[in-house]
């Protein structure tokens, strides 16, 4: 009989491999930015100060603000995505998966704004006066064929809450649990037990508390996490125009044997590079726009510019600190992958034990910021499948599944997480496609009203 753990492995291989997913993915986000325009270029200065500077519009229908809602969707896409994915990419695809991870980034921009737009347009308000978007709601009401609509949307909240408990719950209590008992020794159960006390603290709280909440915390945690790259980058500025060069020279002719690192082809530096680069900002999974059919808006499109900041801040900004920080220590000739390639970087780069402290302390924060974000994700899709009455029970099963996620083995946890995100991301996908036109004109007649 099979093993359970390999066979979902394989059936992840095969879902975030060379054949489905990744092409999928960035054809579908080259298609966009071509029906946009660009608009990722045009206007991302103008999306930064909406989102950073002006924060909210008042006066709108929503839960929460542009800014909240913004640091939602950061809360659950800034993870170990950003610590572990790009050690990863980099370990497997060498340095030239950076680039391709720059790539999948810009153009996973025009996917985001795409998916948050559509959010909006068709968000809903529920029984309790809060508001329910994301794919599931624009799948549905959006497609003219309201059947495959219907399907599709059906589809997507069930992956997303089976997601939830996944790549959104256990597999991040148990980084966290490891690296704080790696770290500083403290047993597993004791983590476990304090993140899901933390979490339930917030998430019972719901959006407005979640919110509230992440739009303190996530600032702090990407400023103290960049803080630390950052004076690696500095200590190492000099290596910096060599590494630079090794990404762009890797992205298109490969990289040779170094070290302890044994050499990878374009094709891996492509493959990795895409696939760790969607992994960490989420492009083209749908699960942001949920958040962003919180915001307090009137806009459609408003929302949308905001949102594809996220692309930005998590992929081109964070994971090029990480990147760098381990291509200019020469960490990546280690033979090291995974968060132990960070650790490595960070405690060359940083004298005494700073090193390793800051890693493990910011994949804490990481991992915690993102069960806050998508408990809130499965939160909604729960509610889409099943009615109200089940926010509640699942909150509760949610929170004790982040204790039981930190003291167990989670090999197939992992595994069933890669396919229930790649599963995620197709229904979305299809839907993004049927519904291009409809988010080409809302945003030209948006331009064209306003004037921005």
């Known amino acids: ?125 529920d029984g309790r006066g809060e508001q329910c978007g994301g794919p599931m709601y624009y799948l549905s009401n959006g497609i003219r064929w309201r059947g495959l609509g219907k399907a599709l949307g059906w589809l997507f909240a069930l992956f997303a809450v089976c997601a ?16 704080l008992n790696t770290s500083f020794r403290v047993p597993v159960w004791v983590t476990g037990l304090i993140l899901a006390v933390a979490a339930g603290l917030v998430i019972l709280g719901g959006i407005k508390s979640i919110g509230k909440f992440t739009g303190v915390f996530v600032p702090v945690m990407i400023a103290a996490y960049m803080l630390g790259s950052g004076l690696v980058l500095i200590l190492f500025a000099g290596q910096i125009p060599e590494a630079l060069g090794l990404v762009f020279e890797g992205a298109f002719s490969g990289t040779a044997a170094a070290g302890g690192f044994a050499g990878a082809a374009v094709r891996q530096a492509i493959r990795f590079g895409v696939a760790r680069g969607i992994f960490s900002n989420e492009s083209g999974l749908g699960s942001a726009g949920i958040a962003a059919a919180a915001a307090q808006t009137e806009e459609p499109v408003r929302q949308a510019l905001v949102s594809m900041t996220q692309t930005f801040i998590d992929t081109i900004v964070v994971c090029s600190f990480t990147g760098l920080a381990i291509l200019v220590t020469g960490g990546w000739q280690e033979g090291l992958n995974g968060a132990a390639l960070t650790q490595f970087a960070f405690a060359h780069g940083l004298p005494g034990e700073w ?32 009615g109200e009455r089940f926010i509640l029970p699942y909150r509760i099963v949610f929170i004790v599944a982040i204790f039981f996620g930190a003291i167990r083995s989670l090999d197939f946890v992992w595994g069933l997480s890669d396919v229930m995100n790649g599963l995620m991301a197709l229904p979305n996908l299809v839907g993004l496609l049927l519904l291009s036109g409809v988010i080409a004109r809302e945003t030209m007649d948006y331009f064209k009203r306003t004037g921005e």
């Open 164 to 179: 939830s408990f996944g790549i959104g719950n256990m597999v991040q209590s148990n980084s966290v649990a490891h690296a």
């Open 1 to 125: 009989m099979s093993d359970p753990t390999a066979v979902v492995q394989r059936i992840g291989n095969f879902v975030w491999g060379p054949y489905l997913l990744i092409p999928l993915l960035l054809l579908t986000g080259l298609y966009l930015t071509i029906r946009l325009r660009g608009i990722q270029f045009r206007k991302l200065w103008h999306s930064l100060y909406v989102a950073l500077i002006v924060r909210r519009e008042k006066g709108a229908e929503g839960d929460i603000s542009h800014f909240q809602a913004l640091m939602t969707a950061l809360a659950a896409t800034v993870g170990t995505g950003n610590i572990v994915g790009v050690a990863t990419a980099i370990a497997t695809g060498g340095p030239g998966a950076l680039f391709w991870m720059w790539m999948t980034g810009l153009v996973g921009m025009a996917t985001k704004f795409s998916e948050a737009l559509l959010s909006v347009k068709f968000r809903v308000t």
């Open 355 to 386: 090193g390793g402290w800051i890693v493990a302390v910011c994949l804490s924060m990481f991992a915690f910021s993102t069960m806050l974000g998508w408990s809130y994700y499965g939160e909604k899709s729960i509610e889409y499948l099943m």
